[in-house]
């Protein structure tokens, strides 16, 4: 008998307080397996330097939340991503999530696109599309540490919500029935499609659980911890830096007094003075940051 798959997810931002959390859940009789999960303060910390329209921190609330379901179905030592690419506002997204749940994110927007105000998460059609555009296309990919090769999936941006788009990616890509948010079963569409937006914000695993499933038996796995990861640390940074070349960094040196890199994944700004500097081109430096990050 075919597998189906239930993915929830509430709001990102969980409301106040809470632990970021995954929780897998089995129908007892049921070939249908599935997923809760709120990221509560990893997002927070996820978003802590960055800066986005409220519509375009709410796509990305939604693309980070996807990735951490999409990374929880398999077994991996490694990195997922789910990119966007389209021709709307925004014209590139990238949520990543590891084996072990550390999340990170970025978006880049068109150069002076402008962000209707009232667009908002799981909002009308035409929000999702006003961000995306049309004829873009959304990619899969998983590099895993024990081999070289990575696995990559990538199909047109069909749906008029992100959900839409990865139900399509999975019957294209992976021939699962997938319903992501809403349902997996034909006779659980009922529970899902009733889900009221405050539980599914706020609620615990067990209510929305309740609520999708009803009267099927259903078996809830205790909770794996979701938090945020940037990989970006002051050893990497200055290995950019040398990377960039002497005579780059001196010539920003004297323009500017110090230099500046900026992680594009968390917002983080690492600053470098003349010291810091000539401390990491100086010959046989070690891979070391500087003394303070701004």
Known sequence: MAEARIDVAGDP?????????????????????????????????????????????ALLGEAVTASVLLAATLKFDGTLSLQLQ??????????????????????????????????????????????????????????????????????????????????????????LPTRIALAAWEDLQAGVASLPGPLLRSGQAEQVLQRVCGEHE???????????????????VAGLLRALGTQEVRALLAEQGAVTVTCEFCGRPYRFDAVDAERVLADGAQPAGPQSVN
Do not use: K
């Open 86 to 175: 389209g021709n709307g506002a925004v014209r590139l997204l990238v949520a990543q999530c590891t084996h072990d749940l550390r999340i990170r994110a970025v978006a880049r927007m068109e150069p002076g696109a402008a962000v209707s105000a009232g667009v908002e998460a799981g909002g009308a059609a035409a929000g999702f599309r006003e961000l995306v555009g049309r004829g873009g296309r959304m990619a899969v990919t998983v590099e895993a540490e024990e081999r070289a090769a990575r696995y990559q999936g990538i199909v047109a941006l069909e749906g008029e919500s992100l959900a839409a788009c990865l139900e399509h990616y999975f019957a294209t890509s992976e021939q």
């Open 13 to 57: 931002s969980g409301g106040a307080g809470g632990d970021a959390q995954l929780r897998r859940f089995v129908l007892e009789r049921h070939p249908v397996r599935g997923f809760w999960t709120r990221l509560d303060a990893a997002w927070r910390e996820l978003h802590g330097f960055q800066h986005y329209p409220p519509a375009v921190q």
């Open 218 to 236: 259903a078996r809830l796995f205790a909770p794996a911890p979701v938090r945020f990861g940037c990989r970006c640390n002051p050893g990497r």
